[in-house]
């Protein structure tokens, strides 16, 4: 089993910061890849960032220049760095991770979401 804790969400006016943590834990071997994906009321869960072991990331273009992924492999975990938000920013961020256990079987785990919302 893997967890995924989340951390980080609000509320933040137009134009501020947060920054999202997600912690994973379990009987890890390798996790591959761990992301962010958001959700907003009446929308379809999109991809908002992602980070491979080797440190590659993708960026949703709506994000790009504003956003930055990072992680620490020590600590299986990621975070998101947000900055100039905006109020379609605002909906439940999950975090993603994809990996191999001990037992060497593939898992993909998620969070259980994180509210943000950009609002003056």
């Known amino acids: 089993q893997v967890q995924l804790v989340e951390s980080g969400g609000g509320l933040v006016q137009p134009g501020g910061s947060l920054r999202l943590s997600c912690a994973a834990s379990?009987?890890?071997?390798?996790?591959?890849?761990m992301g962010w994906y958001r959700q907003a009321p009446g929308t379809q869960r999109e991809l908002v960032a992602a980070?491979?072991?080797?440190?590659?990331?993708t960026l949703a273009d709506s994000v790009k220049g504003r956003f930055t992924i990072s992680r620490d492999n020590t600590k299986n975990t990621v975070y998101l760095q947000m900055n100039n938000l905006n109020s379609e920013d605002t909906a439940v961020y999950y975090c993603?991770?994809?990996?191999?256990?001990?037992?060497?079987?593939?898992?993909?785990?998620w969070g259980q979401g994180t509210q943000v919302t950009v609002s003056s």
């Open positions: 980070v491979t072991s080797a440190g590659t990331t």
């Open positions: 993603n991770a994809l990996g191999t256990t001990i037992t060497h079987t593939r898992f993909e785990a």
């Open positions: 379990g009987s890890i071997f390798i996790i591959t890849r």
